[in-house]
């Protein structure tokens, strides 16, 4: 927050948020309300496999008072065009809270097509996509089809300058947990018409970023964290802590990230007044 970030997103799908109970969520939740008191949005991811445990969730994180959902197609199992949308209606239809569909074809082999977000106009509630696609292009295509219906969030770090930068509203950051000054600073610098600026940091960040689309990605980002003082590497089994020649690996580029940080402070003083919730 003191960055200037304007939500957080907790339980996050590809994080460990498939290792907590029902009970755990909840204490996560509260913590985290009471910890931000209102000055930013908190919002719940829900990735179940069963749409019966998916209005479960988006019940309970209503009696919780989080102030969004992000929503991913049904787990495990590889779900058509139409019974996607159905599952995104019937989630949608239960709640009047806002909804951010997260679209991951790449990591959860579901796709939600512009032709899916056309049948998904009619929920009103869903006002975002956490584009995560892979493909910048998406940006522009979204864009021309819906206009500002629903606002587009880049989910993926190593092209979130790009989708910026192309028209995106905002960004669903994975590093921003290590070193959330350098990504806001590119946030608003690139709002600010400030490109140059934002490309010197960008490109800084860069390998950085690249610890975000590792299957390692929660190891990854609990060690830069760690170095950066505001984590720690516990993780949860199955995963481990990293060990050997592949955490001094990814020490290394973090602890070179770090050193190379002072340069850059000059562009860090950065702040845009819009926040990507509406």
């Given at each position: 927050m003191n960055a200037?970030?304007?939500g957080v997103i907790i339980g996050g799908s590809l994080g460990e948020a498939s290792t907590l109970t029902t009970n755990e969520k909840e204490e996560l939740v509260k913590f985290a309300l009471k910890k931000i008191d209102g000055k930013i949005?908190?919002?719940l991811n829900i990735a179940e496999s069963s749409t019966k445990d998916a209005l479960q969730q988006a019940s309970l994180a209503k009696t919780w008072n989080v102030q969004?959902?992000?929503?991913?197609p049904p787990m495990r199992y590889k779900?058509?065009?139409r019974e996607t949308v159905e599952y995104f209606k019937t989630i949608a239809n239960s709640t009047d809270l806002p909804i951010i569909v997260y679209n991951n074809p790449v990591d959860y082999k579901i796709e939600v097509t512009p032709d899916m977000f056309e049948e998904l106009l009619v929920c009103k509630n869903i006002i975002a996509i956490k584009e995560s696609?892979?493909?910048?292009?998406?940006v522009t295509r979204l864009r021309n089809r819906f206009g500002d219906r629903y606002k587009i969030l880049c989910g993926v770090d190593t092209i979130a300058m790009e989708e910026l930068l192309l028209g995106a509203d905002g960004w669903v950051a994975g590093l921003v947990n290590a070193f959330p000054n350098e990504t806001v600073a590119i946030y608003n610098l690139i709002r600010s018409g400030k490109?140059?600026?934002a490309t010197k940091i960008y490109r800084w960040f860069?390998?950085?970023l690249e610890l975000d689309i590792h299957p390692k990605l929660v190891q990854y980002i609990k060690l830069a964290a760690t170095q950066t003082g505001l984590g720690t590497e516990n993780v949860r089994a199955p995963r481990l802590a990293l060990a050997g020649h592949e955490r001094e690996k990814v020490l290394k580029v973090i602890n070179d990230g770090i050193a190379a940080r002072s340069s850059l402070?000059?562009?860090?003083?950065?702040?845009?007044?819009t926040t990507m919730y509406a």
């Open positions: 200037g970030v304007h949005p908190v919002v969004g959902l992000m929503l991913l779900s058509d065009d696609t892979r493909d910048v292009s998406n490109i140059e600026e860069m390998p950085l402070s000059i562009y860090l003083d950065v702040r845009e007044k």
